[in-house]
């Protein structure tokens, strides 16, 4: 056999042989040289001569003062161990020693020779004649610490006067409760059945719509309570349940009196006023006292909480948020309660006071749940990444082995705020047990489990029984984020402030407040009369 092999190396011919001796005998003609491939060789070093001429030129251009050839400079260019050259960094190694290098802030304190600002820094090194890598990155790395513990500072300072805002009660609202007290004492007309006695068959009539709104504040439940109303496109058809504490009851009271929303049903109730609150132990309530002490004993005030100088500015806002008063009230976890509460209703929506409805909520009701208990909008997913991109992770603690060994940290979120809850589904399965089961594990874990809301305990309740619905009906983070497109919120079904920046406070999103704002009649002696403005 003869391997034949054309001189332009396209052709390979295979002539059989007689015998083994002749298989082994391999022929390759002799190769010559065509003028094609000269003039493609020619091509190929014209280019690489140009490539190794740019590169070269543009190391000079970088300032490099070490001299190197143009194959060298080349193998510098393309990476390691081409061309035999280390690719090597064109800052000093002196720079990244003194960066890395520990310092502590009491080294700082007291300095007034530190550059105040960029330009301050730029000025100085300017003066100095003759400055070395070394002295320059010294300088630069005490203007860095200086600018970042000054600004941890601000952060932190933010995060405590948003607290204190968000936490306490405006003025505004306080006159408001004290006013409608007063006018439910002296005024018969505040003193008002709810509803009157010919429509209380209502109340418990699954042919009605049933919106359920657990609120403290007068002001807010009115906007949720007008904005459901005037949205609506069958109002003699809505029946709105509030419960309100004991002490807000009688202002709640008259304020509904003196503002009813005919045709549609308005019912106050304290909690007081339920059969099942009253009786016996109440696990929510249990709940509560047991959390208050927990939390009083293991996270300090809010001074504790800012004096800390380890912890990341995050942090110590959501130890701050912790604090807040709503997460350990019993309007925030009453929900958890929906089916002892109205043991006679099979479907009901149940809606934060933070919210504002802007389109009719009927269709809810025409939503197929497919056997489950909760309908909600998941948060794991949308055009806002800062708002929706909540998973299991972002609310349990997953170091912990309890929490480990039974849920999937990607597992997506939902959002309290506007829920569909299926009480007929819901009696049927174990979710309130579930939930003081694990409230009470998170309390002898010292919060472990998760730090704040009723959120988490709710996530781990309602596994497997929540029925995605479509973001449109739930808009959030309006509370939290003001870089939200206006647009897209008006062309949501119900918008939820949830977050510190309610729009009742001065702290609110001047650009959103008015959508919450123009539910609220501000000529309204009441309000009038309390100073409650537009802004």
């Given at each position: 056999m003869q391997l034949h092999i054309s001189p332009s190396l396209r052709h390979v011919t295979v002539f059989p042989g007689k015998g083994v001796r002749d298989f082994i005998k391999v022929k390759v003609g002799a190769r010559r040289v065509s003028y094609r491939m000269l003039f493609y060789s020619l091509l190929f070093v014209t280019f690489l001569l140009r490539f190794v001429f740019v590169l070269s030129t543009v190391d000079t251009i970088d300032g490099e003062q070490t001299k190197c050839s143009s194959i060298g400079?080349?193998?510098?260019?393309?990476?390691?161990?081409?061309?035999?050259?280390?690719?090597?960094?064109?800052?000093?190694?002196?720079?990244?020693?003194?960066?890395?290098?520990?310092?502590?802030?009491?080294?700082?304190?007291?300095?007034?020779?530190?550059?105040?600002?960029?330009?301050?820094?730029m000025a100085e090194i300017k003066k100095i004649s003759k400055i070395d890598a070394k002295s320059f990155a010294i300088k630069l790395r005490e203007m860095i610490i200086l600018m970042e513990e000054r600004t941890r500072s601000a952060k932190i300072q933010e995060y405590l006067y948003r607290h204190v805002a968000s936490s306490s009660i405006p003025k505004q609202l306080h006159c408001l409760a004290l006013k409608l007290a007063s006018e439910h004492s002296t005024n018969a007309a505040a003193r008002l059945q709810l509803p009157p006695a010919e429509l209380v068959p209502a109340l418990v009539d699954n042919s009605y719509l049933h919106f359920v709104l657990a609120s403290d504040n007068i002001l807010a439940a009115a906007v949720v309570a007008t904005s459901l109303v005037q949205n609506s496109l069958r109002p003699h058809k809505v029946v709105l349940h509030i419960i309100t504490d004991r002490k807000t009851y009688y202002p709640m009271q008259a304020w509904f009196s003196l503002h009813d929303l005919l045709p549609a049903i308005i019912e106050v109730k304290a909690l007081h006023h339920f059969d099942w609150f009253a009786k016996g132990k109440v696990p929510v309530?249990?709940?509560?006292?047991?959390?208050?002490?927990?939390?009083?004993?293991?996270?300090?005030?809010?001074?504790?909480?800012?004096?800390?100088?380890?912890?990341?500015?995050?942090?110590?806002?959501?130890?701050?948020?912790?604090?807040?008063?709503?997460?350990?009230?019993?309007?925030?976890?009453?929900?958890?309660?929906?089916?002892?509460?109205?043991?006679?209703?099979?479907?009901?929506?149940?809606?934060?006071?933070?919210?504002?409805?802007?389109?009719?909520?009927?269709?809810?009701?025409?939503?197929?749940?497919?056997?489950?208990?909760?309908?909600?909008?998941?948060?794991?997913?949308?055009?806002?990444?800062?708002?929706?991109?909540?998973?299991?992770?972002?609310?349990?603690?997953?170091?912990?082995?309890?929490?480990?060994?039974?849920?999937?940290?990607?597992?997506?979120?939902?959002?309290?705020?506007?829920?569909?809850?299926?009480?007929?589904?819901?009696?049927?399965?174990?979710?309130?047990?579930?939930?003081?089961?694990?409230?009470?594990?998170?309390?002898?874990?010292?919060?472990?489990?998760?730090?704040?809301?009723?959120?988490?305990?709710?996530?781990?309740?309602?596994?497997?029984?929540?029925?995605?619905?479509?973001?449109?009906?739930?808009?959030?983070?309006?509370?939290?984020?003001?870089?939200?497109?206006?647009?897209?919120?008006?062309?949501?079904?119900?918008?939820?402030?949830?977050?510190?920046?309610?729009?009742?406070?001065?702290?609110?999103?001047?650009?959103?407040?008015?959508?919450?704002?123009?539910?609220?009649?501000?000529?309204?002696?009441?309000?009038?009369?309390?100073?409650?403005?537009?802004?």
């Open positions: 400079c080349l193998g510098k260019r393309l990476g390691p161990k081409i061309l035999r050259r280390r690719l090597e960094s064109n800052v000093p190694d002196v720079i990244y020693q003194i960066l890395e290098e520990p310092i502590g802030n009491d080294e700082l304190k007291g300095r007034s020779d530190i550059p105040q600002t960029l330009e301050d820094f309530l249990e709940a509560m006292e047991k959390d208050q002490r927990v939390r009083s004993q293991f996270r300090g005030g809010s001074s504790a909480i800012v004096a800390n100088n380890t912890e990341k500015p995050v942090v110590i806002a959501s130890k701050l948020q912790a604090l807040s008063p709503k997460y350990n009230s019993i309007m925030n976890h009453i929900r958890i309660n929906l089916p002892e509460l109205f043991p006679s209703l099979d479907k009901i929506v149940f809606l934060d006071d933070d919210i504002v409805v802007q389109t009719d909520l009927s269709p809810l009701w025409d939503i197929d749940m497919n056997g489950k208990v909760n309908g909600a909008v998941e948060t794991c997913s949308g055009e806002d990444k800062f708002v929706m991109s909540k998973k299991f992770k972002s609310y349990l603690n997953f170091s912990h082995p309890l929490i480990k060994q039974n849920f999937d940290p990607n597992e997506c979120a939902w959002a309290y705020g506007m829920n569909i809850f299926d009480l007929q589904a819901w009696r049927k399965t174990n979710i309130s047990d579930t939930y003081h089961y694990w409230v009470e594990q998170n309390l002898k874990s010292d919060l472990s489990l998760w730090q704040l809301g009723t959120l988490p305990p709710g996530l781990i309740a309602f596994h497997g029984h929540v029925h995605v619905i479509e973001p449109f009906w739930h808009m959030l983070g309006l509370g939290y984020q003001e870089n939200t497109s206006l647009e897209d919120v008006k062309s949501a079904g119900v918008i939820h402030f949830n977050g510190r920046a309610k729009p009742w406070l001065e702290i609110a999103f001047p650009q959103l407040k008015p959508l919450w704002a123009k539910y609220v009649n501000f000529s309204d002696k009441f309000i009038k009369s309390c100073h409650i403005r537009a802004s």
